[in-house]
């Protein structure tokens, strides 16, 4: 729905193709010795939604951790914008324009909720700017400012984790198991941001193991199985075979 | 009114120079989640420096300040974090109590070797402005106070301003919360470590340079435990806060203060005449325990490795066998001197079996072992020998013992006690505390202590005349004043009391104490009193420490109430028996023969060599020999950062190939016989022995392994195969574990294997 939104923008520069922002080329990467990820090729265009999906422990938390910098690469290539940054270090990436919010919650428990998005103001951007527009996207922890964020619901960690995320105004957002442990209402909400997001032109790559939820706002999803891409596609074509994925048979279409 | 005023007024100044020292540790701990017990060593070498400038080389006071705060301190904390804290990173909580004790050890090592290693000298540190004063409510006060108080607020001040309300600040605390999240975010954690590290540092410097004139001739230690006096400010405000740690400091100040008013500096009461040194003690040990403690955690799995295999019963039966053959054969080669240091070795490894027990299994940490030796000395003392202080038993008798292991008991049970509630670093501080104030207010009272229970008089010796003598056991018909035998009977009460250990380890109880210490929430869950348990474990301890304190004492015949009990005895005896392998029996063996063989037998090999080659002595002798004393047992225990499981976990992962070439290894085992025997009868040397011996240990296990390839094929092949396969298609086997341990990048095992992760 959204690449039909792009479509429709008159933005004349990336009309003709759609053009990569984040891309992943044979990649294989893994922690010491251990290959998790097997030559993995994955691209992320500019204005996507893409969802990567599969069961557990197939290497889509490596994937993401292997594209903000946490994970070293062991060969192939990680291209943001046309270059290369491959062996690019973690801060070096979020400054650059690649937001992670990692599973779990990403934020920092023992500081308060203006202080973690101090967090963000690394881009240039005021403290009181940020929390302006935090505030108005998520209302309710406005009135937190001053609690500290461990002490919040997982629907509001979630919340401080996203705002501060898209403080930032990042070129590509990552987002690893958004959904994990919240409840559906809150998951929902949060994807409704998601797809306003994208629809403002941020690429978002989404990771998730519970399909059903994203499939709705992705452009575009791969599944994930053994540390490979298994199969690329338009949400729709790919529903079918996630089951056949999650229940350990084959994917081949 | 006009006394209390004058004491209100030197109250805040000491309590100005607290603040100082306390905020430092505070910063390093709420930006770094390192409790840097080093705090005390950086600010004394730094008040050796400013000394060395301001007055050896007479350099102005104010270059001088700013050469040791401003550069020097700072240094010295962005080399403590690139070296050695930032590989703390992922350790478990021992650990990270256990390198900075070293780095504390290892810098008071260095300044000695540096300023004092030609025995004591006078270092008379002056203050600012030498004698001038102001008349400040009828009372004097230096300029040099006025000074540290102006300072210590500007320092609350701005740190206050740094840590929440400035970018680089919330930066560094986010560090300790995440530091991978920090990174997502754009922040640089390293560079954060090393502002948090080098102010940290700094205020150490300040805090040492302000306290040194208070001393008169500089003492290392003493300078050092001064500013632990400062620790309970900073645990009062729970290492974080630095409002609180500020009021803290001045209670504690003014508390000092108000007791020399009261007690006429300690003159009115002669009993209680050290209670002043005790104060901070007792300060601390009352912070901790009315600290709000956090819940138990359910969440706080640690991403750590650190686990000992668990021999079966009857392996330790033929290990301890083995044990005491092989000392018997050992002693019978030594010299009186060298059988010496070895029994002396023996006792520390007796005293580090109870840590074995407590920390190694327990996870629990108790700073005061010497503490518990000591009392136990003068409890067998009061039963065998008496206040008539003439020795009226020939041999230290079995009673005592056990009276002396039950007291022990007694004693860590009530400290456990209030102390139950604390885990880990905070346990550790209350041992501490408990082993400060037993050394100020009891082996350092000369007092004997008169009163009467149901009508009986009776009268407790402490130390009076500052020393206690046992006598050794005569027990069985054989005399145990002779040092080979006495070396023997402790061997063989080391080898029982590590049966027993593995029994206990083995036994139900045994796994309740790991379940302990791996989850306490989850033993919660499954109904186990964890305070019982906690209990019954620092009992047991305790009683252990007390046995192997009196068979410590029983060795040196004599003991002084000196800086045995100072704290520092017990804190190196706890790392180096992390670093021999606290979860390993043979872990404490290794850390007792280490610590006496290390501290004694280096240093007088250097000064052999020096005498043989005189044109070397000052190399040999001031070079390493007092090098290797001074600093070198603290230098291995940095090391630990690489191998946190210790090094009984490397010396048997290094003999595990022998147990698949049966053959191999009986004639190994059997030529060391026939070799030991030559030398015996003096066929050959016995440094040829022992060279021939040591270098086998090292060269065996390869050769082996490079005879027989095809018995090692799945260690070679090791990470080839699906994992999903191991156990079902072969045995699951030791390098299974460590390939797995990578692969889930669990730090801790092997870091140089697994840095990649990081």
Same mark, same amino acid.
């Given at each position: 729905?959204?690449?039909?939104?792009?479509?429709?923008?008159?933005?004349?520069?990336?009309?003709?193709?759609?053009?990569?922002?984040?891309?992943?080329?044979?990649?294989?990467?893994?922690?010491?010795?251990?290959?998790?990820?097997?030559?993995?090729?994955?691209?992320?265009?500019?204005?996507?939604?893409?969802?990567?999906?599969?069961?557990?422990?197939?290497?889509?938390?490596?994937?993401?951790?292997?594209?903000?910098?946490?994970?070293?690469?062991?060969?192939?290539?990680? %291209?943001?914008?046309?270059?290369?940054?491959?062996?690019?270090?973690?801060?070096?990436?979020?400054?650059?324009?690649?937001?992670?919010?990692?599973?779990?919650?990403? &934020?920092?428990?023992?500081?308060?909720?203006?202080?973690?998005?101090?967090?963000?103001?690394?881009?240039?951007?005021?403290?009181?700017?940020?929390?302006?527009?935090?505030?108005?996207?998520?209302?309710?922890?406005?009135?937190?400012?001053?609690?500290?964020?461990?002490?919040?619901?997982?629907?509001?960690?979630?919340?401080?984790?996203?705002? %501060?995320?898209?403080?930032?105004?990042?070129?590509?957002?990552?987002?690893?198991?958004?959904?994990?442990?919240?409840?559906?209402? &809150?998951?929902?909400?949060?994807?409704?941001?998601?797809?306003?997001?994208?629809?403002?032109?941020?690429?978002?790559?989404?990771?998730?193991?519970?399909?059903?939820?994203?499939?709705?706002?992705?452009?575009?999803?791969?599944?994930?199985?053994?540390? %490979?891409?298994?199969?690329?596609?338009?949400?729709?074509?790919?529903?079918?075979?996630?089951?056949?994925?999650?229940?350990?048979?084959?994917?081949?279409? | 009114?006009?006394?209390?005023?004058?004491?209100?007024?030197?109250?805040?100044?000491?309590?100005?120079?607290?603040?100082?020292?306390?905020? $430092?540790?505070?910063?390093?701990?709420?930006?770094? +989640?390192?409790?840097?017990?080093?705090?005390?060593?950086?600010?004394?070498?730094?008040?050796?420096?400013?000394?060395?400038?301001?007055? $050896?080389?007479?350099?102005?006071?104010?270059?001088?300040?700013?050469?040791?705060?401003?550069?020097? @301190?700072?240094?010295?904390?962005?080399?403590?974090?690139?070296?050695?804290?930032?590989?703390?990173?992922?350790?478990?909580?021992?650990?990270?109590?256990?390198?900075?004790?070293?780095?504390?050890?290892?810098?008071?090592?260095?300044?000695?070797?540096?300023?004092?290693?030609?025995?004591?000298?006078?270092?008379?540190?002056?203050?600012?402005?030498?004698?001038?004063?102001?008349?400040?409510?009828?009372?004097?006060?230096?300029?040099?106070?006025?000074?540290?108080?102006?300072?210590?607020?500007?320092?609350?001040?701005?740190?206050?301003?740094?840590?929440?309300?400035?970018?680089?600040?919330?930066? !560094?605390?986010?560090?300790?919360?995440?530091?991978?999240?920090?990174?997502?975010?754009? /922040?640089?954690?390293?560079?954060?470590?090393?502002?948090?590290?080098?102010? +940290?540092?700094?205020?150490?410097?300040?805090?040492?340079?302000?306290?040194?004139?208070?001393?008169? @001739?500089?003492?290392?230690?003493?300078?050092?435990?001064?500013?632990?006096?400062?620790?309970?400010?900073?645990?009062?405000?729970?290492?974080?806060?630095?409002?609180?740690?500020?009021?803290?400091?001045?209670?504690?100040?003014?508390?000092?203060?108000?007791?020399?008013?009261?007690?006429?500096?300690?003159?009115?009461?002669?009993?209680?005449?050290?209670?002043?040194? @005790?104060?901070?003690?007792?300060?601390?040990?009352?912070?901790?325990?009315?600290?709000?403690? /956090?819940?138990?955690?359910?969440?706080?799995?640690?991403?750590?490795?650190?686990?000992?295999?668990?021999?079966?019963?009857?392996?330790?039966?033929?290990? /301890?066998?083995?044990?005491?053959?092989?000392?018997?054969?050992?002693?019978?080669?030594?010299?009186?001197?060298?059988?010496?240091?070895?029994?002396?070795?023996?006792?520390?490894?007796?005293?580090?079996?109870?840590?074995?027990?407590?920390?190694?299994?327990?996870?629990?940490?108790?700073?005061?072992?010497?503490?518990?030796?000591?009392?136990?000395?003068?409890?067998?003392?009061?039963?065998?020998?008496?206040?008539?202080?003439?020795?009226?038993?020939?041999?230290?008798?079995?009673?005592?013992?056990?009276?002396?292991?039950?007291?022990?008991?007694?004693?860590?049970?009530?400290?456990?006690?209030?102390?139950?509630?604390?885990?880990?670093?905070?346990?550790?501080?209350?041992?501490?505390?408990?082993?400060?104030?037993?050394?100020?207010?009891?082996?350092? =009272?000369?007092?004997?202590?008169?009163?009467?229970?149901?009508?009986?008089?009776?009268?407790?010796?402490?130390?009076?005349?500052?020393?206690?003598?046992?006598?050794?056991?005569?027990?069985?018909?054989?005399?145990?004043?002779?040092?080979?035998?006495?070396?023997?009977?402790?061997?063989?009460?080391?080898?029982?009391? $590590?049966?027993?250990?593995?029994?206990?380890?083995?036994?139900?109880?045994?796994?309740?104490?790991?379940?302990?210490?791996?989850?306490?929430?989850?033993?919660?869950?499954?109904?186990?009193?964890?305070?019982?348990?906690?209990?019954?474990?620092?009992?047991?301890?305790?009683?252990?420490?007390?046995?192997?304190?009196?068979?410590?004492?029983? =060795?040196?015949?004599?003991?002084?109430?000196?800086?045995?009990?100072?704290?520092?005895?017990?804190?190196?005896?706890?790392?180096?028996?992390?670093?021999? $392998?606290?979860?390993?029996?043979?872990?404490?063996?290794?850390?007792?023969?280490?610590?006496?063989?290390?501290?004694?037998?280096?240093?007088?090999?250097?000064?052999?060599?020096?005498?043989?080659?005189?044109?070397?002595?000052?190399?040999?002798?001031?070079?390493?020999?007092?090098?290797?004393?001074?600093?070198?047992?603290?230098?291995?225990?940095?090391?630990?950062?690489?191998?946190?499981?210790?090094?009984?976990?490397?010396?048997?992962?290094?003999?595990?190939?022998?147990?698949?070439?049966?053959?191999?290894?009986?004639?190994?085992?059997?030529?060391?016989?026939?070799?030991?025997?030559?030398?015996?009868?003096?066929?050959?040397?016995?440094?040829?022995?022992?060279?021939?011996?040591?270098?086998?240990?090292?060269?065996?296990?390869?050769?082996?392994?490079? !005879?027989?390839?095809?018995?090692?094929?799945?260690?070679?092949?090791?990470?080839?195969?699906?994992?999903?396969?191991?156990?079902?298609?072969?045995?699951? =086997?030791?390098?299974?574990?460590?390939?797995?341990?990578?692969?889930?990048?669990?730090?801790?095992?092997?870091?140089?294997?697994?840095?990649?992760?990081?």
């Amino acid at each position: 729905m959204s690449e039909s939104l792009a479509e429709s923008q008159p933005e004349p520069i990336r009309e003709p193709i759609r053009e990569p922002i984040l891309e992943l080329v044979d990649v294989v990467a893994g922690y010491g010795p251990i290959i998790v990820l097997q030559s993995v090729s994955l691209t992320l265009h500019r204005g996507e939604v893409l969802a990567l999906l599969g069961p557990n422990g197939g290497g889509k938390s490596t994937a993401m951790q292997v594209c903000c910098g946490l994970v070293p690469i062991i060969s192939g290539q990680l %291209r943001f914008a046309g270059r290369s940054i491959t062996g690019a270090a973690p801060d070096a990436l979020a400054r650059a324009g690649v937001c992670a919010v990692p599973e779990g919650r990403g &934020i920092f428990p023992n500081l308060t909720v203006h202080e973690n998005l101090m967090m963000a103001t690394h881009t240039g951007m005021s403290l009181a700017e940020i929390e302006h527009t935090a505030f108005a996207r998520f209302p309710a922890l406005a009135s937190r400012r001053w609690q500290l964020a461990g002490t919040m619901s997982g629907g509001q960690q979630q919340m401080l984790s996203m705002s %501060r995320a898209l403080a930032t105004n990042p070129a590509v957002l990552l987002l690893d198991e958004l959904s994990m442990g919240l409840a559906p209402k &809150i998951v929902s909400q949060l994807y409704e941001i998601v797809a306003n997001v994208a629809a403002e032109g941020v690429s978002v790559l989404l990771i998730e193991q519970f399909a059903r939820s994203v499939l709705r706002i992705a452009d575009r999803a791969a599944i994930m199985l053994n540390g %490979r891409i298994v199969r690329t596609g338009p949400p729709d074509e790919l529903a079918d075979e996630l089951s056949a994925a999650y229940l350990g048979g084959k994917a081949n279409s | 009114m006009q006394d209390f005023l004058a004491y209100t007024v030197l109250g805040i100044c000491l309590g100005s120079v607290y603040a100082i020292a306390a905020t $430092g540790l505070v910063v390093t701990y709420s930006t770094s +989640g390192v409790f840097n017990v080093a705090h005390g060593a950086v600010a004394t070498i730094s008040a050796l420096v400013y000394w060395q400038l301001r007055q $050896g080389w007479h350099l102005s006071t104010p270059l001088a300040i700013v050469l040791t705060i401003c550069v020097f @301190a700072p240094a010295v904390g962005i080399f403590l974090e690139l070296v050695v804290m930032r590989g703390l990173r992922d350790t478990s909580e021992v650990t990270r109590l256990v390198i900075p004790i070293a780095v504390l050890l290892a810098i008071n090592g260095l300044a000695t070797w540096v300023w004092f290693r030609d025995g004591s000298r006078a270092i008379v540190p002056k203050k600012f402005f030498g004698e001038q004063h102001l008349q400040v409510l009828g009372q004097a006060v230096y300029y040099h106070q006025v000074i540290g108080v102006g300072l210590a607020m500007a320092t609350a001040g701005g740190l206050y301003v740094l840590l929440y309300r400035s970018r680089l600040g919330v930066t !560094m605390r986010a560090t300790v919360d995440d530091r991978r999240l920090l990174m997502l975010n754009g /922040g640089r954690p390293d560079r954060a470590s090393l502002g948090s590290w080098a102010i +940290g540092a700094g205020l150490a410097g300040l805090a040492g340079v302000l306290l040194a004139p208070q001393q008169g @001739a500089l003492q290392i230690f003493a300078l050092t435990l001064l500013v632990f006096d400062a620790y309970p400010a900073a645990v009062g405000g729970r290492l974080r806060s630095v409002p609180i740690t500020f009021v803290g400091a001045m209670v504690l100040g003014l508390t000092r203060q108000y007791f020399d008013w009261v007690s006429h500096a300690g003159q009115s009461w002669l009993a209680l005449r050290n209670l002043r040194n @005790a104060i901070p003690a007792i300060l601390l040990f009352a912070a901790l325990l009315f600290l709000p403690q /956090g819940r138990l955690r359910g969440a706080v799995v640690a991403r750590t490795r650190e686990r000992f295999t668990v021999p079966t019963m009857k392996q330790a039966v033929a290990w /301890g066998g083995v044990l005491i053959a092989a000392m018997a054969m050992l002693q019978a080669l030594m010299k009186g001197a060298a059988v010496i240091s070895l029994a002396n070795g023996m006792a520390l490894s007796l005293m580090a079996l109870s840590l074995v027990l407590l920390t190694g299994y327990a996870g629990e940490i108790n700073l005061a072992v010497y503490t518990f030796a000591g009392v136990a000395l003068i409890v067998a003392w009061q039963l065998d020998v008496g206040p008539t202080g003439l020795a009226t038993r020939a041999s230290l008798s079995v009673t005592a013992i056990l009276a002396a292991m039950l007291v022990c008991a007694v004693v860590g049970g009530l400290i456990a006690l209030p102390a139950l509630r604390l885990r880990g670093l905070y346990l550790g501080l209350a041992t501490f505390a408990f082993g400060t104030i037993v050394y100020q207010l009891v082996i350092l =009272q000369t007092k004997p202590l008169r009163g009467s229970i149901f009508g009986h008089q009776f009268t407790i010796n402490l130390f009076t005349t500052g020393s206690l003598t046992v006598p050794r056991p005569h027990w069985f018909g054989i005399d145990f004043r002779d040092q080979r035998a006495f070396l023997m009977l402790m061997t063989v009460m080391f080898v029982l009391i $590590g049966l027993a250990l593995v029994g206990i380890r083995r036994s139900a109880y045994g796994r309740m104490i790991i379940a302990m210490k791996d989850s306490p929430a989850a033993c919660a869950t499954l109904g186990l009193n964890i305070m019982r348990l906690k209990l019954g474990v620092f009992m047991l301890s305790s009683a252990l420490a007390g046995l192997g304190g009196l068979m410590w004492a029983a =060795q040196q015949r004599t003991l002084a109430n000196n800086n045995n009990f100072d704290g520092f005895a017990s804190l190196l005896l706890f790392m180096i028996a992390v670093v021999g $392998g606290i979860g390993y029996i043979s872990g404490a063996l290794l850390a007792g023969i280490f610590l006496s063989v290390l501290s004694v037998v280096m240093p007088n090999i250097f000064i052999k060599l020096g005498s043989d080659y005189p044109s070397l002595h000052w190399f040999f002798v001031t070079g390493i020999g007092n090098f290797t004393k001074f600093v070198g047992p603290a230098l291995i225990g940095i090391r630990l950062g690489k191998n946190p499981s210790g090094i009984a976990q490397q010396v048997m992962d290094g003999f595990r190939p022998l147990k698949r070439v049966p053959l191999g290894t009986a004639a190994w085992a059997s030529s060391i016989v026939v070799l030991w025997f030559l030398s015996w009868r003096g066929a050959i040397g016995h440094w040829t022995f022992a060279l021939v011996v040591i270098g086998s240990v090292f060269i065996v296990p390869r050769v082996l392994m490079g !005879m027989f390839p095809e018995r090692f094929e799945d260690v070679a092949n090791a990470g080839q195969e699906d994992p999903d396969l191991i156990g079902l298609a072969r045995p699951f =086997q030791r390098h299974d574990r460590d390939r797995f341990d990578r692969e889930l990048a669990l730090p801790g095992h092997d870091r140089s294997r697994s840095d990649a992760t990081s």
